[in-house]
């Protein structure tokens, strides 16, 4: 029995800074900062990125943190906000799949402001960024899944991920770790609301949290104190948000054994993840089979809950409601091959091919994929082809999770897909190796056209 889980977690984050970094636990570090950075950078010439950058540069002031919309060094949390909105835009980024959270656009966001603004080297860098996704993946554990029946965990749980990285970063101590956990809890919030209807709150979500969080450590770091038992007390996070006050002791089991950056899943397709599983399926079934998207007469996706609550959308009108569109990004997946950054151009948004696959879509939920998740992502998908042919796959997992990974070699191909268009491949390429190899943190990578030039084109 864990008397308190928030106690518990900060002396596990602040042993971060000192016990030994085992290069495994290091290189998916490493791992997840690559990916963070390639849904970043395209990310950056998107609102509402560009409309916060361009609205809050008035207010920038002095600092060293990086603002990757402009270019231009400023306050940490200006940086983390801006940074981690962007980051979430174009839908690249990372999953723990038993949390059902991208903690990288919160954690990451903050904790690479942070570490710009107080000089760190990358090693503490990477320390805080593994203690962060430690911290909020497990708390992310003990309350879902029915945390994600009202909460979008990545606006929620994120906040506790920016709060110890940012916390490691500062220089706190367990004790005050501890009271950036308990006042970045009470900070916490991201409605599922905001993206089950069209509109940018969204990328808003990780970016609140990594400057919540942020503040949490900041006031933190200062003397500021929090209530240490807000996770697991009877009106506090745990139980504002779930079923229950936590599942702590399920969450906290494997504390020191199972290290969660180590099993991240980074997306291979350019949507909401729930849709993942079943894109996987439609893809293999088309290689091997050879028919087109006009050879199709109907498709059935079997998903668990999200899939069927959060992605059965038969008609979208905008690029946000697409990426949430089973139907939409099947017909994208059909007619373009894959569901990239292209896939949500507004030619493609329009393209009759795709339009003409939606309507043959249908989804429901399936009971026996449904007990499994979160911890499964599974999919069962049926096609039935113009010329009478009928076609099946229980797809069990998804590319990208960890029991599917994509290699060194792959992450390091959709970080040159996703970030060669906006910072040039010379950029992209340095960068690149000098997150894989080097021990220098990461500095300014300017844009190719600013945000404004491109507004004008």
């Not at 959270?101 to 990358?122: E, K, N, R, V």
């Not at 599922?192 to 969204?202: E, I, L, P, T, V």
């Not at 339009?355 to 049926?382: F, I, N």
């Amino acid at each position: 029995m864990v008397d308190n889980p928030l106690l518990t977690l900060a002396e596990h984050a602040a042993s971060w800074r000192t016990r030994p970094l085992a290069p495994e636990v290091a290189h998916h570090a490493r791992r997840a900062l690559i990916d963070w950075f390639a849904a970043l950078l395209p990310g950056c010439s998107f609102p509402p990125a560009t409309l916060l950058a361009a609205a809050m540069a008035a207010e920038r002031g002095p600092g060293k943190a990086i603002c990757y919309v402009d270019g231009k060094p400023g306050p940490l949390r200006h940086a983390a906000l801006i940074n981690a909105t962007a980051s979430h835009t174009v839908e690249f980024d990372d999953i723990f799949r038993d949390a059902g959270y991208h903690p990288g656009c919160p954690t990451i966001g903050a904790a690479l402001a942070a570490a710009q603004a107080q000089g760190a080297t990358l090693e503490e860098l990477l320390r805080a960024i593994t203690a962060g996704y430690e911290v909020s993946c497990r708390i992310g554990m003990a309350v879902q899944p029915s945390h994600y029946k009202y909460w979008h965990t990545t606006g929620t749980v994120g906040t506790f991920g920016a709060a110890a990285a940012v916390a490691l970063l500062l220089g706190c101590d367990a004790q005050r770790v501890a009271h950036a956990i308990a006042t970045a809890a009470t900070f916490a919030g991201g409605l599922q609301q905001a993206f089950r209807s069209d509109g940018m709150s969204k990328p808003l979500h990780p970016g609140h949290a990594a400057d919540a969080g942020a503040l949490a450590a900041i006031g933190a770091a200062a003397g500021v104190t929090g209530a240490l038992d807000v996770l697991h007390g009877p009106v506090g996070f745990a139980a504002a948000t779930s079923e229950d006050t936590g599942k702590w002791d399920k969450a906290l089991a494997d504390l020191d054994r199972r290290i969660c950056i180590t099993e991240m899943t980074f997306k291979n397709h350019g949507c909401c993840g729930h849709i993942f599983a079943g894109l996987d399926a439609v893809r293999d079934l088309q290689a091997e089979h050879g028919f087109k998207a006009e050879d199709v007469a109907r498709i059935h996706l079997g998903g668990y809950s999200a899939t069927k609550d959060v992605c059965d959308r038969p008609v979208v009108n905008t690029e946000q409601e697409a990426r949430f569109s089973a139907q939409y990004c099947i017909g994208a997946m059909l007619v373009l091959g894959g569901v990239r950054i292209a896939a949500f151009t507004p030619e493609n948004l329009a393209n009759p091919a795709i339009r003409a696959v939606m309507p043959k879509v249908s989804v429901s939920l399936d009971p026996e994929l449904a007990k499994d998740y979160p911890g499964r992502r599974a999919a069962k998908v049926s096609i039935a082809l113009q010329d009478g042919r009928e076609l099946f796959r229980y797809q069990p997992t998804r590319k990208g999770d960890p029991d599917a990974p994509l290699s060194d070699a792959e992450l390091s191909e959709k970080f040159r897909e996703l970030s060669v268009p906006a910072v040039g491949a010379a950029a992209a390429e340095a960068l690149l190796g000098a997150l894989w190899k080097g021990d220098a943190l990461p500095g300014a990578v300017p844009l190719l056209a600013t945000p404004a030039l491109r507004a004008a084109e």
